[in-house]
């Protein structure tokens, strides 16, 4: 029997900040604020980690928003060991990867269907292990996976891309295949990203994580080096050809853009067909960018973060001439890992908008555009204490959501 609950009671009252109950089985709506949806105050309560001020109205703190349309949320599993990504099947199932090296197939009312094993040996310490998942757009007719995890060897650790063939049994995948690993390796285990989205032609977009130390992490600007990045890859692992930096001596010509710190969510818009990106910043200065070609997002140049210390990073600059500004960041963090788009007219409100799944800060961000900006923030279920790592729109319109502690959330329409 799943577990639901009013999204209702799964908000913080803005107006008055006391927290409504969730209860274990599905209720009528509490009682609205005073406010109306349009003019809430900023989500965000707690003082930042610096006073570093915004470059434009809106890049930070901007008005809440609440969800009108009645909306549930049930718990549909909670048997998942460490899941790390969500993506949807054709035929409408859900694909979910386990960090220790597994991967499963899940129904949409949150059956197990099947276990695929056999994958690669990954190093599963720190921000490591099985990492995203995403089918080819011609799965149907090829059942090709595109996975990326963290490769161990003797000098260290990197971030691998594969692939394989889905078995007609579906319990292990066939023939795999790496086709692109992010150099250097480094000895750490920490952020690695990364995010695997394809596009209209059927190339590979992957961000990679700058390896966290500051040693390896100035390898973001440099553009001999895959780390820090977002490449465009063939489904072979090769540059796409055109590149920005194909010309570029000393480029690897498969970057698309750089700068990034760890880009764990990254996201096409339907509507533009842009790659928007969220990326953890250190203390503080979490981030949303739209990753354009050829630019250069900052890290560890400009960050609206500080160093876990509290002392400032580098020179402690915001902007930087030939350096892009974030669409939106947050300060304190929410650590920002999946997130999608939803675009489905079931709950009209919420097309267009941005959801993403957030560990520290215990909860979901929507947050709804007004063209390449942001126009309002809302928290979902942030009273769960689960700590939030993927996120998709299934088919059906619901929004899928996996927790680090073994969740599967179902988020729909009432």
Known sequence: MHTSYSLRGLIVVLMSGALLSCHSNSHTQNEPTTA??????????????????????GQTRVKGIKTQTPVQVQLLDSTLKFPWAICNLPDGRLLITEKLGTMRIETLDGKLDKTITGLPKVNADGQGGL???????????????????????????????????????ETHLENIQVIYRAKPVWKGTLQYGSRILFDQQGNLFVSTGERSDKEIRVQ???????IGKVLHI????????????????????????????????????PATHEIW???????GGDELNIVRPGKNYGWPVITYGREYSGDAVGDGIQQKEGMEQPVYYWDP????????????DTIAEWKGNIFIACLSSTH?????????????????????????????????????VVSEQGRLYKIAKK
């Open 36 to 57: 109306t949806a349009d003019s809430l105050p900023p989500v965000e309560t707690k003082a930042p980690n610096s006073n570093y001020k915004p470059a434009f109205a």
């Open 131 to 169: 990492l995203d998942v995403n089918i080819d757009p011609d799965f149907a007719s090829n059942r090709m996976v595109f996975f990326d995890y963290a490769e161990p060897s003797a000098q260290g650790n990197l971030l691998a891309v594969a692939k394989g063939r889905l078995s007609d049994d």
């Open 220 to 226: 973001a600007q440099n553009l001999g080096a895959a």
């Open 234 to 269: 063939t489904k072979d692992g090769k540059p796409v050809p055109g590149g920005p930096f194909a010309d570029t001596a000393g480029a690897l010509p498969e970057i698309y853009a750089y700068g990034f710190r760890n880009p764990e969510g990254m996201a096409i818009n």
């Open 277 to 283: 990106e969220v990326e953890f910043g250190p203390k």
């Open 333 to 344: 963090v929410i650590s920002p890992s999946g997130m999608t788009f939803y675009n489905s």
């Open 364 to 400: 979901v961000t929507r947050l709804v555009l007004k063209d390449d900006h942001v126009e309002a923030e809302e928290w979902l279920m942030q009273d769960m204490g689960q700590r939030f790592r993927a996120i998709t729109q299934a088919h059906n319109g619901a929004l899928y």
